[in-house]
C-alpha cells in the first residue's frame, strides 16, 4: 500500500506521510495498493530538507523580531 497525492503526481511509502499528508506540499493523499514512485525516498529527503530549513528560517526571523520589540522598548 502507498499514499498517492494528486497534486505531486506521486506514490509515497506509508512512514513518509505524517498523518496522512503529503510530505512534500502538505495536502491529502489517498490510500493506493501501487508501487512507490521511484523517486519517492529521494523527494522526500528533499522535502524533509526544506522543511528544516523553512523551520530554521522562521526561528531565526522570530529570535530578530523579538530582540527587535526589546531594543524599542528600552
Known sequence: MTYYCSE???NWH???CA???CPECGR???RTP???SSDAALRHRAALAAAA???????FEAFYAERELQRIAA
Open 8 to 10: 505531486c503526481v506521486m
Open 14 to 16: 506509508p512512514y513518509q
Open 19 to 21: 498523518e496522512g499528508c
Open 28 to 30: 491529502g493523499t489517498k
Open 34 to 36: 501501487d508501487e512507490p
Open 53 to 59: 530549513k523553512r523551520e530554521r528560517y522562521e526561528r
